[in-house]
């Protein structure tokens, strides 16, 4: 199914044309959002699509049920884009997917940050002020305290029974449940990023002037209990789940106010803001400690609940691990476990989806999937293949028998870039026949599923002509000059494996004459999959080795075709009793988490909430040798580039000394 609801307010201009086009009269800068400068009448000229077209009078989009709607869908149309690699900082700030050194690189803001030029004079991927700044590009818009803001005006206005005399009290209580959500997952989105934040629960007064119309960062736990607090409101008013599929798939229900409160209170239980030391001096300018630093189990306990409430409610509404079960092709049943991986991710609407983005749809295919062979269209521009995967995300994925591969007891990896030959065994995960390195052997379906490499399997059901998945099957060729490889002038992956994971199976690659089609999908910001493992690591923290925690985990390696925990420890693992221990299964969840979330944006945040990052973002980015034209000088480790993660600063992005310096409130964060 498909939905639009967010295109309703649309009149055909892009919604930045029309923002910069719209003048913002005294009525809306009263609730302006002031952080670090007092706005101006020129300061912000800048407006969105939320009222009646040509006019900026707020009294005007609260006088009919059409208008009013469109100035909901404007509290939406601030959500992350995260099916956009441009904007999904989780994709490309940390160590998970590597771009090639080429112009695209220069201005990925993300990527800038992943090679350590994040500053306060300039931020990166700016969401504190909304600016986006790349070099002498200059993509200047309010974005989510601009939302936060818009949210409030929303509330307010819809709350007095007067405005909107055309609409019933049921759909008046949701759409302000609606609002209400949103603004609680924007003061989320922000400290997840910076820690302590503002809390803006209401919009400063139509007067307020000077020191009024500055706001200043509220401890991390106060943050948390409002957002929840926020989260329980919203709960109450918005639907169960979503009736009216073909027009409103994306908008808020009960599922998804109950998974963002799971991730909500699991954040808030990781050590990076539960009693983390590194921040116990950390006050504002009137003396008041933002972080906590006395560690509370008790956020655990909320987390656990939090997370079990939200899979109870997706469940009861038919929500599911998504498993390919179409018959109608003649696949193996390898082929089939690696579809059940990549269609969670790609099938639209899957059930497997809590919440889709209807606003941001997966829009980069192409730079996943590289040109491949047995395929008639081989034209770098249309199939780029330039997101790549280091050989250090590569390693992290399991063996075929579901533990990691230094601790796989029965194969040995060491020798990880040895070439050698596929057999008949290896005929759906590599090209019989074909020379690649060992670490592309005697691995799990999610590393056949989630990557593409050198003698790699790549099935597309265009590639599914005589009816089964083994004749005219795809594969890559990534050698120096190959399809695949290394030789085209801007288009080429610089470390030798290919995202397969988020290319739609079902998107046309082999079209004759003509370019790739490929099939969109809304963009799966939490799935189920993510709930089972978020409710596994809460049991586990409140209760060491929890049987329970075993047992959600085992129902995400199933769907990956592999024994439980405890059966794959025991006969297979040099350390067979690791699950037994506190700390031992936590490596497992986190290690299974890592997997199974794996090129989603995930890895990022969860690093930095497990403190992490200073570990895992210290080591050097490595891959094969994409140089090399034949098998022997293309399997060898090459050296990319060295990462520097400096803790703590790295851990809380910058507000940046222009907004700093402007609101005497604000305290920058440690070590900027």
Known sequence: ?????????????????????????????????????????????????????????IKHAFKIRNEAEKYLFTCYSFLPKNGDGWFNAGMFAGDEMWLPQNDFAHWHNAFRIAQGQQNANAPLFDEWAGLRKGGGNFNSHLKIFMGIRHCNIFIENMKDMSKVPDITLTERERWIGEAMFLKAFYHYYLLRMYGPVPIIDQNSAEDATGDELYYKRMPVDDVVNYVSGVLDEALDKVPTTISQENTELGRVDKNIVLAVKAKLWLLAASPLFNGNPDYAGFKDKDGVALFNSTYDPLKW????????????????????????????YKLSDTTKKQLSIRNAITSRWNPETVWGLSNSYFINEALCMPAVARGRNTDRFQLMGVWGAPIKIAKMFY????????????????????????????????????????????????????????????YMKDANEQGNDVDNRFFVQAKNSERSGFGH??????????????????????????????KAYPWPEIRLADLYLMYAEAL????????????????????????????????????????????????????????????????????????RSGEELNKDITGFNILGKTTESYNTERFIFSQTFIAPRDYFWPIGNYDTRRNPKLVENLGW
Not at 310 to 318: D, H, N
Request: glycine share 8%.
């Open 1 to 57: 199914m498909e939905t639009k609801f967010l295109q309703k307010y649309d009149t055909g201009k892009s919604i930045s044309n029309k923002f910069s086009s719209m003048p913002l009269k005294k009525a809306l800068l009263a609730g302006a959002l002031i952080l670090a400068v007092a706005i101006t009448g020129t300061s912000c000229k800048k407006f969105l699509d939320v009222v009646p077209d040509n006019t900026s009078e």
């Open 301 to 328: 306990e909320k987390a656990r609940d939090a997370a079990k409430d939200a899979i109870l409610a997706a469940e009861s509404t038919g929500h599911f691990l998504y498993k390919y079960t179409d018959v109608r």
């Open 399 to 458: 063996t075929k028998n579901g533990v990691p591969i230094e601790e796989d007891k029965t194969l040995n990896f060491s020798n990880y870039t040895e070439v050698r030959t596929a057999g008949a065994d290896d005929r759906f995960n590599i090209e019989q026949g074909y020379q690649t390195a060992r670490l592309n052997f005697d691995r799990e379906h999610r590393f056949y599923a989630d990557l593409g490499f050198d003698g790699g399997i790549w």
């Open 489 to 518: 002038f801007t288009n080429w992956n610089h470390t030798g494996y290919f995202i397969k994971k988020l290319v739609n199976w079902e998107s046309t690659t082999n079209s004759q004459n003509q370019g790739p089609s490929w």
């Open 540 to 611: 586990n923290e409140v209760q060491s080795g929890s049987t329970l925690a075993i047992e959600y985990v085992d129902k995400v390696r199933d769907r990956a075709g592999l024994k439980g925990v405890v059966e794959s420890w025991t006969n297979y693992s040099n350390n067979p009793g690791k699950y037994i221990s506190q700390s031992g299964l936590r490596q497992i969840i986190q290690h299974e988490r890592l997997i199974e979330l794996a090129f989603e944006g995930q890895r990022f945040w969860d690093l930095r909430r497990w403190k």
